[in-house]
Each structure stands twice: as C-alpha cells, then as structure tokens.
C-alpha cells in the first residue's frame, strides 16, 4: 500500500443518529445496550464538567487568594494590584460561564430525540463524575474557539488551514469540475472551521470528530451563533504564568468572526460522530481526505494511513498538515508507536515539506512562545489504470 507522488444544516444533521450507531457497533460485535450505557453516562460527565467550570476555577482564585492572606502584612500591601486583578479575573470566569451555559444549552439534543432524551435522563442512577482532565478540556475548549472562530486566531488558520484549503482548490478546480460533487472528509474536525471553509467555497465537506467536548462546542457556533462576534468570552483566564501584564491574562475576545447561520456555505457540509477507524470503511469513496494535526492522535499511525488509503477513491488525494506529537506516548493506560518522519515517508510516499511553522491556541502577548516545524504531505491513490 502506497501512495504516489503528486506534483505540486441544520449543519449537525449528518451527527451519527442511533440507527447509525446501532449499525456502527453491529459491525464491531459489540453489545448496543451495554455500548450505549456507557457513552451516555460519558456524556453526562463531561456535561458535568462544563457546568462545574465555574465552581472549579474559583476554587483555584479561592487558593491563591487564601494564600495571599497568609502572607506577611507588608507583603500584602506590596500585591495590592494582584488581588485586585484576582476579582477581575472572578469575573472573567463569570463571563466564560455564561458563555458555557449558552454552549450546553442544548447539547443533550444533540444525539437524541426529545421523547428518547427525556427517558434516557429519567434511567440515570449514578451522579456524574467530574474529573480532573474534564476540567482541564473545558478550558481547552476554550482555547480551540479563540483558534478557529475568533478574528485574533486568524493567524493560526493561515498557518493550518490555507495551505489544505489552497491544494483542494488547485487540484480539484472550481472552473474544471462540479466541486458539489467533489467529497472532502475532514477526520478530526475539533471545531469545525476548516469544514466550513471547504463547505463555503462549493464542496460537498463532511467533519468526522470524537471528542464530545469539539462536538457540544461546535454544535453552538455551527447552529446558534446567529450573528458576528456575539459572545464574548476571556480564552487565557486560566494562564496564570508568563504574563507581561495582567490584562494580558484577561483580555476579552468575541466570537464567532464569521456566522455560519448567516453566510452557510454554498456546498454540503456534515459532521458525524464516532471514532474515525470504527465509522469511515467504505472503500473508494472520498475524493479527497484532509487531516490537519490529526495523524498522531492514533495509539498506531499505521492504522489511519492504511484506512485513508482505503476510502480514498483511486485518483484522489489525502492532504495532511500537522507535528508528530503522538498523543499517547506517555500515557501509562495506553499502547503507542511513535515513528519518526523518517520512517513514514518510506510507507507514505509523498509531495512533502517539513519545517512548516504552525502554532497551536497560542495566547499571542505570552512571554511563552511554541511552535511546531510541522510536515506537509500531498499523497495521491494510484488509478487503477495507471
């Protein structure tokens, strides 16, 4: 299996329903009741994870302010101005929990019908837990809708997103071919920007994404935010280090930049649920398949390579732009290879570019600076002629 070288809505009704569900764990032997018990009480805990922002980011003010108190008297008036900018920072946390409420306003619809919904509630024995990385993912959440939907994240998508957006452009012209037709799959879809900027230019663009938290997230900006800039929110609240100022830590942000209830895209544009390996096996179907910081979210990488190349219809592409992060090298509960680039391109022969400077939900006034010398790929499956 390899590649060859080229030269150079309601949007959330393509959502897995549970038929699909049903048909998706038929085909992987699993038992749907036990299956769907668990994704349901999932789903309550990170439902409860957002509606505990609040309560749990105050108690990190409630910790420093404690500790503030301790400190000698001299001390204390010398931080005069930080215990002020810690109430500023209790409202911003106000500001953002507003802004979560609106986000989880409706997600419990977003699986379910209503009828079904409100069984499912009444079955629910246990109390939700709330654990610590939940927390830690609202407030990445957070980060992700100053990167995709906020006009100071622009940046970051020119970096990301314009070099994708620039090659399916080019190879499947708009003044050469019927884009409507053109299937773009776009696994690890987050928030859902790079879908509808495929979407608004013609094509048919369909978001395949796991996280529920991307998902809930999505489902609000994607369906609710009606206008420009309607909510406003304070991304880097929770950046307590590496401050130059303390309205730094504090500065306000609007999203979304662009409404897509008010511009939809001109072509289809889908999101599905479900883990990448497990929904997408139909062979030859994608014209094109785009993933950006996505590859090495896999325990093994081989594994997405190998089903892209299978959906992938013979003379279609696969775009990738993204690092070698590997998300589960350190996890102790989890399996991992981690191949270098190296070895990759002799499996994935490519169009390819490396040092490609990306960053990723970087507050822009940090004394910390990071980014990643990404790789760029452009892959092609061989026709059956050739």
């Not at 409706?106 to 709330?130: G, Y």
């Not at 859902?192 to 900006?221: H, K, P």
């Not at 996890?331 to 400077?357: M, W």
Request: charged share 20%.
């Amino acid at each position: 299996m390899q590649f060859v070288i080229i030269n150079n809505y309601d949007y959330y009704s393509a959502v897995v329903s549970k038929m699909e569900l049903d048909m998706v764990n038929a085909k992987n032997g699993m038992d749907y009741c036990d299956t769907e018990e668990e994704e349901r009480t999932n789903f309550y805990n990170i439902i409860a994870a957002f509606k505990c922002y609040r309560t749990n980011s105050y108690g990190q003010i409630n910790h420093k302010e404690a500790y503030l108190n301790s400190l000698p008297a001299n001390h204390q008036e010398m931080l005069f101005k930080y215990r002020d900018h810690l109430q500023k920072i209790r409202y911003c946390i106000d500001q953002n929990h507003k802004v979560i409420k609106n986000i989880i306003q409706d997600a419990d619809c977003l699986f379910h019908n209503e009828t079904d919904n409100v069984r499912q509630t009444q079955q629910i024995t246990v109390p939700p837990k709330v654990r610590f990385q939940d927390v830690h993912k609202v407030q990445i959440t957070l980060k992700q809708i100053f990167r995709d939907w906020s006009a100071e994240g622009h940046m970051e998508r020119e970096q990301c997103y314009k070099p994708i957006i620039d090659e399916i452009t080019d190879f499947f012209n708009p003044h050469k071919c019927k884009i409507e037709d053109v299937k773009v799959l776009i696994p690890g879809a987050g928030l859902g920007r790079l879908i509808y900027e495929i979407a608004y230019r013609g094509y048919y663009c369909e978001g395949n994404e796991f996280s529920l938290f991307m998902l809930i997230a999505s489902n609000f900006v994607l369906n609710r935010c009606v206008i420009e800039n309607q909510c406003t929110f304070y991304p880097w609240v929770h950046q307590y280090v590496n401050n130059l100022s303390g309205s730094n830590q504090i500065e306000a942000i609007t999203f979304p930049d662009v409404s897509p209830t008010k511009f939809p895209p001109k072509g289809t544009m889908n999101m599905v649920a479900g883990d990448f390996l497990q929904v997408y096996r139909d062979a030859d179907y994608w014209d094109c398949v785009a993933t950006c910081f996505f590859i090495d979210c896999a325990n093994n990488i081989i594994e997405f390579v190998e089903v892209i190349y299978n959906i992938l219809k013979p003379g279609g592409i696969w775009v990738n732009l993204g690092p070698l992060l590997y998300h589960f090298s350190d996890v102790a509960s989890e399996n991992s290879i981690e191949p270098s680039y190296e070895d990759l391109i002799v499996i994935i022969r490519s169009k390819n570019k490396t040092d490609v400077v990306t960053k990723y939900a970087q507050n822009p006034t940090s004394m910390h600076q990071s980014e990643y010398k990404s790789i760029y790929l452009v892959c092609q499956k061989p026709n059956l002629f050739d």
